[in-house]
């Protein structure tokens, strides 16, 4: 539940009969798991709201033994089943394109939402508006850790969406986790941020726990030390209010062990490559709008 209530309340608001009362994801893989598992968590959504489309038997079957859900192997099935629901793009962007072409008049969908990176507003508008969708349109970048409630998600939008619409997917966003609104010119640097993160935070941990193992820890107890302590830190950062080199100011005694680590990773430019790592994301991102490979 979020402070924008549940996914009925919010449909009442906008006057979505209960046949259409459907979250139909166009697209099942790693990030639709994440979202779905955190929207039915935290009690926004409930299984019989959620309609997902896939390309194969293998996630077809997945999803339907794991929870039953509504799944099509044929996009055109699923939003003939609630053609007045919402729809989440949630395929990678260079399957757009496919998926496009095989796409039917979506004229009554109430809402578009997309997840998929680099595609820009403007690209999305004017394909959809090929296919008779003139509803609003919003882009949506979560990130895996919503699947347990820990998201930091970002929404971008067209400033004349209604309010009650957009609500949906910061709703979705709320109940998952925290979520900034984001101009469209910083969707790509921010998703970098946020969205990529999450991988390059597991490596960090994975590479911690290395580092223990290395010295003679067990595998189980190093990896529990290094991911307590990356969430440690990470909260220390949002709750105290500190900035984080401050705090990394408070671990490195004087001539003690901590600041030898910090020249350490200074030497193998730590700083540097994960702030290329950001901005190879982000290039990459730009790059998506107009290149599909
Ligand atoms: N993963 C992440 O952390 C994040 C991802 N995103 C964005 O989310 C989107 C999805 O990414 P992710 O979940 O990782 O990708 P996956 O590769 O895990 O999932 C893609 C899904 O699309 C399905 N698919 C492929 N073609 C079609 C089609 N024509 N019709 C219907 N479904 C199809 C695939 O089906 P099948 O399984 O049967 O092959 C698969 O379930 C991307 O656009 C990405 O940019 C955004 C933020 C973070
Ligand atoms: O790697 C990707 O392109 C997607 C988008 C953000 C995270 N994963």
Redesign the pocket.
């Known amino acids: 539940m979020t402070a924008f209530g549940n996914f009925e309340a919010l449909c009442d608001a906008i006057g979505i009969d209960p046949p259409n009362r459907k979250l139909m994801f166009?697209?099942?893989?790693?990030?639709?798991?994440?979202l779905v598992e955190g929207c039915l968590k935290s009690g926004f959504a409930q299984n019989h709201h959620i309609a997902l489309?896939?390309?194969?038997e293998?996630?077809?079957n997945k999803w339907k033994t794991l929870h039953g859900f509504d799944v099509y192997l044929d996009?055109k099935d699923m939003i003939a089943a609630s053609p007045k629901g919402i729809l989440i793009?949630?395929?990678?962007?260079q399957?757009f394109s496919?998926?496009f072409v095989?796409l039917p008049c979506i004229d009554q969908i109430s809402l578009v939402i997309s997840?998929?990176?680099?595609?820009s507003y403007n690209e999305l508008n004017e394909k959809l508006k090929l296919r008779k969708c003139h509803c609003p349109i919003v882009r949506l970048?979560?990130?895996?850790p919503c699947a347990v409630g820990a998201g930091a998600s970002l929404i971008s939008s067209a400033k004349d969406t209604p309010e009650n619409k957009l609500n949906i997917a910061r709703a979705i966003a709320r109940s998952v986790g925290m979520y900034q609104e984001v101009p469209e010119n910083i969707y790509n640097a921010a998703?970098a941020v946020s969205?990529?993160g999450?991988?390059w935070t597991y490596m960090f941990i994975e590479s911690l726990a290395d580092g223990g193992v290395l010295s003679g820890l067990t595998r189980e107890q190093a990896m529990k030390l290094a991911a307590q302590t990356v969430m440690g830190a990470a909260k220390m950062v949002l709750e105290s209010g500190e900035h984080p080199g401050a705090l990394k100011d408070k671990v490195c005694s004087p001539a003690g062990t901590t600041i030898q680590g910090v020249r350490e990773l200074e030497k193998q430019g730590f700083r540097y490559g994960v702030m290329e790592a950001v901005k190879a994301a982000t290039n990459r991102a730009e790059q998506l709008n107009s290149k599909k490979e």
């Open positions: 166009l697209g099942a893989g790693n990030m639709t798991m994440a489309s896939c390309k194969t293998a996630t077809k996009n793009f949630a395929t990678k962007p399957t496919d998926v095989a997840l998929m990176t680099g595609i970048c979560p990130n895996t998703q969205g990529c999450p991988a």
